[in-house]
């Protein structure tokens, strides 16, 4: 990567009839504008288009999606990733399902099951963010009441509504989080891990939205980005968000964090989720917990930043929360170069879970949940 942070903008690829490099309207290359995601481009028969997180920070190319199968890899390469962006991509997926089915002389019943089964493929693509399967469900839910007798083409119909709904609720919910968290996020230095912007998200981002709502507001400060090994998160996807901004961000290996933590330099760790139980124990990407002790240790407070839609009432202990293990080359061969012996072998879970006794506070889009409780939870969140 180039040290100056002078990243290459938009380099050209071959011409594969999957991928584009037009990011058409709402492309950000102008430096200060946030990049996006993923997004839907014209009506029910259209297509999904996905920012391949992966050639990050090398270059912008768009994947497109017109059948589950391109989304279900996309999510588990990790080419669209963070939990609210996978559970956007999952409910746009339903509509690619319902469009499987067109032109294929397939009845009413014939094409809901096909889309109930890809909607299974779509919410386990990953196992961790809960996200997926909430956004997915949702779509099952607007399925389960329409007609038995409703088309193939009037079931897609209505999943890009329901699609684009939970979209556009995306944007608002990451605004309301920025906001919140804005005004609560002490003065001074920040301390980050992975990537929580504009890629993880339908709109500004979870944590990485507190960080750049509180700059926007004129707030100065230095993010400092974990490199969130093995796939650095941190280092090729908050950075690139943040040098986009114009916000002074550096980046420091994860191991690296007690130390900075130490010189008293940071006044506040934040983070994102991808599953909070009910008791505030909150699963985010591997690391966080190590952090979360850190901070306590070092008297730093220490912010989740999360939707309504990463919480998981219905289990109450982080110690059932599914933990995505991911392949052993990401640690042994991180981006394709050896780093270990032929033979050894690797431990590579992807994510870990953070005690809510931890937990200064969860910024939702609801308000701040303070000191985290199983009553302020509730409370907070309204069930
Ligand atoms: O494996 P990833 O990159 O999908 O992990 C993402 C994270 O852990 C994020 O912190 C989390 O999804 C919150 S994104 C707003």
């Not at 609720?169 to 989080?177: G, K, P, W």
């Not at 990537?195 to 709502?213: F, H, K, M, P, Y």
Request: proline content about 5%.
């Amino acid at each position: 990567m180039n040290q100056k942070g002078d990243i290459p903008r938009f380099q050209a690829k071959e011409n594969s009839p999957a991928r584009t490099n037009s990011g058409g309207e709402g492309d950000s290359r102008n430096r200060g504008m946030s990049p996006f995601s993923l997004r839907w481009v014209g009506d029910a028969a259209g297509q999904l288009e996905i920012l391949d997180q992966t050639r990050l920070p090398g270059g912008l190319e768009w994947i497109v999606c017109r059948d589950v199968d391109t989304v279900v890899e996309a999510i588990k390469a990790l080419r669209v990733r963070g939990a609210p962006a996978i559970g956007i991509a999952g409910a746009y997926g339903m509509v690619l399902a319902a469009g499987e089915t067109a032109g294929h002389g397939l009845g009413p019943e014939a094409a809901r099951a096909h889309v109930l089964a890809r909607a299974e493929e779509l919410a386990t693509a990953r196992p961790t963010a809960v996200n997926l399967r909430w956004a997915v469900e949702r779509a099952v839910a607007v399925i389960a009441d329409l007609p038995a007798d409703t088309t193939a083409v009037a079931l897609a119909d209505a999943l890009l509504v329901e699609a684009r709904a939970i979209h556009a609720e995306d944007r608002r919910l990451c605004e309301a989080i920025g906001r919140h968290g804005a005004a609560i996020l002490p003065a001074g230095d920040i301390l980050t891990h992975c990537n929580t912007g504009a890629l993880a998200t339908g709109g500004a981002g979870t944590a990485l939205a507190v960080i750049t709502t509180a700059w926007d507001a004129g707030r100065r400060f230095t993010v400092f980005a974990d490199e969130t090994r093995p796939l650095l998160q941190g280092s090729r996807l908050t950075a690139w968000e943040l040098v986009q901004r114009g916000i002074p961000v550096t980046v420091l290996v994860d191991a690296a964090a007690g130390h900075l933590l130490a010189t008293g330099r940071i006044a506040a760790v934040i983070v994102g989720a991808d599953r909070i139980t009910a008791c505030g124990d909150a699963a985010n990407k591997i690391g966080t917990y190590g952090l979360a002790v850190l901070a306590e240790a070092h008297g730093v407070p220490f912010f989740v930043a999360a939707p309504s839609s990463t919480f998981d009432l219905a289990i109450d202990s982080g110690k059932e929360i599914p933990i995505e293990e991911r392949a052993a080359e990401e640690v042994l061969a991180p981006l394709g170069v050896p780093a270990a012996p032929e033979g050894a072998n690797a431990f590579n879970p992807a994510f870990d879970v953070t005690p809510a006794r931890l937990i200064r506070g969860i910024i939702t889009e609801k308000g701040v949940i303070s000191p985290v409780s199983r009553e302020a939870i509730r409370e907070v969140l309204g069930g």
